[in-house]
């Protein structure tokens, strides 16, 4: 019996091996369909219940690949987006944040205020 709880929810970015035994990267996977989609071609869809994981892959690695396949989607309705569009926005701000808190240090002036 499988671990639920603690069971990795595949996800965009993670390699996973389909019917069939060809190893593909996840474009997303659809936990309310039942259905996964790989990038790469021939571009294919299996069901998720019946692909084994290979590897998951890291947050960088899933949110780098979700930002390039909303960028090739561009305005068209995308299951990417649907999937991942907010986490990702929200991963984005999150760095922006990180960087700016890393570049700004106190001026070493005494007296002087540091960057706001």
Partial sequence: MIDTAHAHRIRAG???RVPGGREVTVAYADYR?????????????????????????SDEEHYALVGELIRQAGARPDPVERLYGSAYRA????????????????DDEPGMPGPR
């Fill in 33 to 57: 369909s039942g259905g996964l989609s790989w990038t790469g071609w021939p571009g294919g869809y299996a069901a998720i219940d019946q692909c084994e994981l290979v590897r998951a892959a």
């Fill in 14 to 16: 993670d390699i996973v």
């Fill in 91 to 106: 991963w984005q701000m999150d760095r922006l944040f990180a960087q700016r808190a890393a570049v700004a240090e106190p």
